[in-house]
C-alpha cells in the first residue's frame, strides 16, 4: 500500500529499512541489481540524502505516511483475523459440546470412528469461593502491591523540591509531524 508516489530512492531506503525491522538477522538483496545492502549502508544513504535539503524530508514524511498506513492495515486485519479466530473457536466448543451431550445421553465413554476416537473423562474438581470471609486465615494469603507515584514525583522535581531515589530524566527528542 503506497499512499504516495515516493522516489526511486526514497522507496528503495524504505524497503531496506522495513526489511531490516522485519528480519533484524538477514540481510536485504536489492531486488532489481542483486546487490545486497547492510542496514549500516542503508543508514549511509541516509545521511546522504540528507544533504538533499527539504525535498529529502518531504519524501521521508511521504514514507512515514505510507509506513504509518501500512502498519495500521496490518493492525487491523490482526483484529479482524482475532475475531474470525474467537468465531471459530467457539464453533469449535459448540461441536464439542454437542458431541459430549450426545455420548452421555447414551452412557458411551469412548466411540471409535474411522479417523478419531472420541473419549469422555470426568471433570476436574475447581475450587469456588461462595464467601470469602468464612475461609480460614491459614488458607488465605495476602498480596501488597506498592507503586510509586510518578506524577508527583515529577510536580516535586518541577516546584524545584528533590526526590530521594529518584532523579530527573530527560527523554531523546522526538519528532512530531504535523
Known sequence: MRLYDLSAEATRLVDIIQHAADNPDEEYVDPETGEVITI????????????????????????????????KALVDEGKRLKDRGA?????????????????????LKKVVLPTKTLSRTAGRV????????????ALKTEKVTVTVDKNAIAAA????????GASPKTGDDILRIL
Open 40 to 71: 549500516d549502508e542503508a543508514m549511509a544513504a541516509l545521511s546522504e540524502a540528507n544533504n538533499k535539503g527539504e525535498e529529502y524530508l518531504d519524501s521521508m514524511t511521504r514514507a512515514v505516511d505510507t509506513i504509518r498506513a501500512e502498519a
Open 87 to 107: 468465531k471459530r473457536n467457539d464453533s469449535v466448543y459448540r461441536l464439542k459440546s454437542a458431541m459430549l451431550d450426545y455420548m452421555k445421553a447414551r452412557g
Open 126 to 137: 475447581s475450587v469456588s469461593i461462595d464467601d470469602m470471609d468464612k475461609i480460614p486465615d
Open 157 to 164: 522535581f518541577k516546584d524545584g523540591h528533590g526526590v530521594p
